[in-house]
Nanobody, 121 residues
């Protein structure tokens, strides 16, 4: 089994910052891409940012210049530094990881349960 656990969400005022973390654990041989997605009330889940094992990043246009994704491969952990937060960033943020499993060598995608970020205006 593989588990992803997010942390770092909370309530912040507009213009403030938060740092999210997501730690992967379990039967992991290696992790390819990791990423953050978010889902606001009444909306579909959308991509926020992704990062490859080599450190190549990709961002949604709405967060470019404000959010930074990074990872620590030794800790199987991905981070999302969120600055200049806006009310429209309010959402549940989910971590995703593309994992090669020790159990069978298969490539599987896993999701965390999410962490709520609320930005007050």
């Amino acid at each position: 089994q593989v588990q992803l656990v997010e942390s770092g969400g909370g309530l912040v005022q507009a213009g403030g910052s938060l740092r999210l973390s997501c730690a992967a654990s379990g039967s992991i041989l290696t992790i390819n891409d990791m990423g953050w997605y978010r889902q606001a009330p009444g909306k579909q889940r959308e991509l926020v940012a992704t990062i490859t094992s080599g450190g190549t990043t990709n961002y949604a246009d709405s967060v470019k210049g404000r959010f930074t994704i990074s990872r620590d491969n030794a800790k199987n952990t991905v981070y999302l530094q969120m600055n200049s937060l806006k009310a429209e960033d309010t959402a549940v943020y989910y971590c995703n990881a593309d994992v090669i499993r020790v159990l069978d060598g298969r490539n599987m995608g896993y999701w965390g349960k999410g962490t709520l970020v609320t930005v007050s205006s």
